[in-house]
């Protein structure tokens, strides 16, 4: 029995359809450090331990604390940017992580902002999801959290922490769209500015992938443009 050679062109748009399903099926986080595992200053690890939290700041500007308050550090969370009033990160602090160790809290001595520029393509839809829980005993008034995407509103959340013990995580999803550039992800406490806000953990950032109809569809394509290729190719050989 003799063995049969795949047309050339049958093999390409075959493995052009399997390198499409491929990237459909497995999209990587856009989002740095979206857990809020890495903070650090300079080099050192300034992340809190188990049962300890800490307010990171920047060192610019008034945070709002006094001289002996133990819980601020200057440094960074890996990915973000944030304003003059800090981020406060908890390891096991009045709850638990949805993911890792550490999540966030945005409402330090002030309502407080956290921010990351993710690069895009332009009209690609991704999915952005990612994880809250109001603070434990605390009334809607205090726990709520604004989301923006590219400087435009997504959502409002306002939950309440009122007979809860620790942290009660919900996850939230939205569509968003790409603009071939970098474009800001941000989250804002708002409400009461009492030193009481909403968790925030687990921010993923993923591409939609395409449907199986439009992926079969590509690669159909893809192997035509290369048999049309190869005939001309022959017909000018035989010419």
Known sequence: MSAKTM???????????????????????????????????GLTDIAPASGEWITVYNGIG???????????????????????Y???????????AHDGNNFIELDTTRNAWISQRVNTIKDQEYELTFYASPREGV????????????????????????GNTGNVWDEYSFTVTGTGAKVPLRFAAVGTSDRFGMGLDNVS???VPLPPAAILFGGALFGLAVVGRRRRADGAQVA
């Open 7 to 41: 047309n050339p062109a049958v093999a390409a748009g075959a493995l052009a359809l399997a390198a499409m399903l491929g990237s459909a099926g497995a999209s990587a986080n856009l989002i740095v450090n979206g857990s809020f595992e890495d903070v650090k200053n």
């Open 62 to 84: 008034a945070l709002g604390y006094s001289a002996a308050d133990n819980n601020r550090r200057v440094g960074s969370i890996a990915g973000w940017t944030f304003g003059s």
């Open 86 to 96: 800090g981020v406060e990160v908890r390891n096991d602090v009045v709850g638990e």
């Open 139 to 162: 009334a809607p008034a205090s726990n709520q959290l604004k989301v923006f995407w590219n400087g435009a509103l997504l959502d409002t959340l306002k939950k309440t922490g009122v």
């Open 205 to 207: 950032l993923t591409a």
